[in-house]
């Protein structure tokens, strides 16, 4: 069996990785000449940390990371809400009882060394994939620089991917109005590494530590996006001030972003799958984009393995699909309200009332926010932690 995995970012590179690993050939073509640049998601949770185990991911990752254990929601100089990730000793994070963060750029690091080191082949760059053909007995890839072959594709190069496999072509992605700005920078804080949601009047402030003595700031835009790194860093700076009650001076720089919505129908049909940005997309406002594309992946790969012995499609793919689509559109939804909770309000009042949106019970959020909600979260949260 050879499959042809389109797209090698962290999910393709992932998912390429743990083929190579289980003995399976397969060979991944890449639109983008080099890695792509900028430190985007920043947050590994527990549940891909379980997953991606055995790949030999997780412990490079761990090498590298911070290990973010607490979390806080303020109002002001109030503290309404605190989340420790290790005081929750089952489910998700049983494992795994904290955020692994690290800039993107180190997590794809990680997932290509783990690759190679599974033996699996360099992508190949610079092809540009035109469309995807089931042909019934094998799969059809046209590309810029001639047709491709194999035995299953799996789709993985995001959502600059959807068109070209009707497989995702035809989902709805819903926009959403609002805009973030965002930039890494020194930290002048003395909160360590833990995690803080600002909840104010004029919108979200999320303050994440990173390596290095980093910290990442991401603000609820009302003005939408300028094109102008230096409006972007003026407008984060104002956001620290009034927001945090911080200087914001480090920040000389940043940019601006949106978000959508999109859950394909499908993830799975014939001998065409798709993975990663190219099947669901949230908002990263909680942070699971990315960690839900690295458990497609994970659990894919043993599935392609049986495939690849017995010859056929093997019929828990189906069982596969239904459990990944469930795992994005709860994130989705997760992700929806947070969105619509940072929103810029405009009283104090508003902002306790939709504060009620983060506020649920600590232990509760500690599990939304590892991802124990996925069905492929390795423990259930009902199960006692007797280890």
């Known amino acids: ?50 997953a991606m185990s055995a790949s030999g991911v997780t412990d490079r990752i761990l090498s590298a990371c911070l290990q973010v254990r607490e979390g806080q929601a303020r109002v002001g100089a ?126 979200v402030l999320e303050s994440f530590p990173l390596p290095g003595g980093l910290r990442r700031y991401v603000a609820w835009h009302r003005a939408g996006s300028t094109n102008d790194a230096t409006d972007d860093a003026t407008a984060l700076r104002d956001a620290v001030s009034r927001r945090a009650g911080s200087s914001g001076d480090t920040i000389t720089t940043a940019s601006n972003f949106g978000v959508g919505r999109f859950v394909a129908r499908r993830m799975a049909r014939g001998r065409v799958l798709a993975i990663g940005d190219a099947a669901h997309e949230v908002s990263p406002i909680g942070g699971q984009g990315l960690n839900l594309g690295l458990i497609d992946a994970a659990t894919l790969a043993p599935l392609l393995r049986e495939w690849d012995i017995t010859g056929e499609p093997p019929a828990a793919l189906a069982a596969w699909e239904r459990r990944r689509r469930s795992a994005a559109t709860t994130a989705a939804r997760i992700a929806a309200l947070n969105t619509v909770a940072g929103r810029g309000h405009g009283s104090v009042g508003a902002v306790t009332r939709l504060a009620g949106i983060r506020l649920a019970p600590a232990r509760l959020l500690a599990h939304a926010y590892g991802m124990g909600f996925d069905p492929d979260a390795q423990e259930s949260p009902l199960t006692p932690q007797t280890r």
Not at 7 to 30: F, K, Q, Y
Not at 113 to 126: L, T
Request: charge should be negative.
């Open 1 to 50: 069996m050879r499959v042809v995995i389109i797209g090698a970012g962290p999910v393709g590179m992932l998912l390429g990785g743990e083929l190579a690993r289980l003995g399976v050939e397969h060979i991944t073509l890449e639109a983008r000449e080099a890695p792509g640049a900028g430190s985007r998601a920043i947050g590994i949770h527990s549940a891909a940390l379980t």
């Open 78 to 203: 109030a503290t309404v809400t605190t989340i420790r990730f290790d005081a929750v000793r089952a489910g998700s994070l049983a494992s795994f009882p904290f955020v692994a963060t690290l800039p993107q750029a180190a997590t794809e690091s990680a997932i290509t060394a783990a690759a190679a080191s599974n033996g699996a082949p360099a992508p190949e760059r610079g092809v540009q994939v035109l469309d995807v053909i089931d042909e019934g007995a094998t799969c059809r890839v046209i590309t810029d620089s001639g047709d491709v072959h194999g035995d299953a594709v799996v789709i993985a190069a995001g959502s600059r991917s959807r068109h070209i496999s009707s497989l995702i072509r035809d989902g709805r992605r819903r926009a959403y109005p609002d805009r973030y700005v965002m930039a890494d920078v020194p930290d002048d804080t003395d909160e360590g590494p833990r995690a803080i949601v600002h909840l104010h009047p004029d919108g």
